[in-house]
């Protein structure tokens, strides 16, 4: 576990994944992390595993999806130590043909994927600006930069939510506030994508997942770049991935 710092890092969308591995190592670090998701008692394992190892996080039930919400989480987190760096893990990934998207599917996708990730790059940017630094990352899809089959509504939200980044990035950017977007390119190694795998037959495509430990470490590195070197938007991929 690095040394303690005075500054937190909060994370919307604190999955048992990618969200929970970006908590785990940023609070290696020694950064108090702000936990948030839809059922808040789902963080206790995390919470409890963070604190074993010497850490320090907080778990909160959040509804990315209310502004009054947001703005108290990210405030919270603030309050508690300086936020240094917030990210947008919020996924919403579904699949319906056309004709069976209803618009409260797609309205709700959008909801989440989209405006939710407005609401918390707009409220971390308060925070943040300020004191003129800080990291603001989204994690994307490949559905960000390609619209697929079925993904009508996912697709046009992570779109959506990539041109909100690019917005922040240009505006933010010569303020200290470094904005990113990460375009996730393949599957997350879970035990429901192994078993999903399975039931098709396998055919090697387990080579082609992400371990979500990796992809917390991406997050790590990219919050380490100095400001005349920023990257804005990254593309990760296994090298089993075909693209």
């Known amino acids: 576990m690095g040394a303690e710092r005075h500054a937190s890092v909060a994370v919307v969308g604190a999955g048992d994944y990618i969200g929970a591995a970006i908590a785990r190592r940023f609070a290696r670090e020694g950064y108090l992390v702000h936990a948030g998701r839809r059922n808040g008692e789902k963080l206790a394992p995390l919470v409890q595993e963070i604190a074993a190892a010497g850490g320090r996080c907080v778990g909160k039930t959040l509804d990315a999806r209310q502004e009054d919400a947001v703005a ?35 309205r709700k996708v959008w909801e989440l994927a989209c405006h939710a990730g407005f609401l918390s790059g707009r409220e971390a940017a308060r925070a ?5 630094r800080g990291s603001i990352f989204f994690t994307g899809a490949t559905a960000s ?3 697929g089959k079925g993904y009508a509504a996912f697709a046009s939200a992570k779109f959506g939510l990539r041109g909100v980044a690019q917005s922040m990035a240009r505006e933010l950017g010569p303020q200290g506030i470094h904005v990113a977007h990460l375009v996730i390119d393949a ?7 192994r078993e999903r795998i399975k039931a098709r037959g396998g055919s ?3 080579r082609a997942l992400m371990d979500p430990a990796s992809i917390g470490e991406t997050y790590w590195q990219l919050h380490q770049q100095p400001r005349d070197a920023w990257t804005h938007e990254l593309d990760v991929r296994p090298s089993g991935e075909t693209w």
């Open 187 to 193: 599957g997350v190694d879970t035990a429901w994508v």
């Open 128 to 132: 943040m600006l300020p004191r003129g």
């Open 204 to 206: 090697g495509e387990e």
């Open 72 to 106: 108290a989480f990210m405030k919270e987190a603030d309050a508690a130590a300086p936020l240094e760096v917030a990210v947008f893990n919020i996924g919403a990934n579904v699949n319906f043909p056309l004709l069976d998207t209803t618009e409260r599917v797609f």
């Open 145 to 147: 930069v390609r619209g």
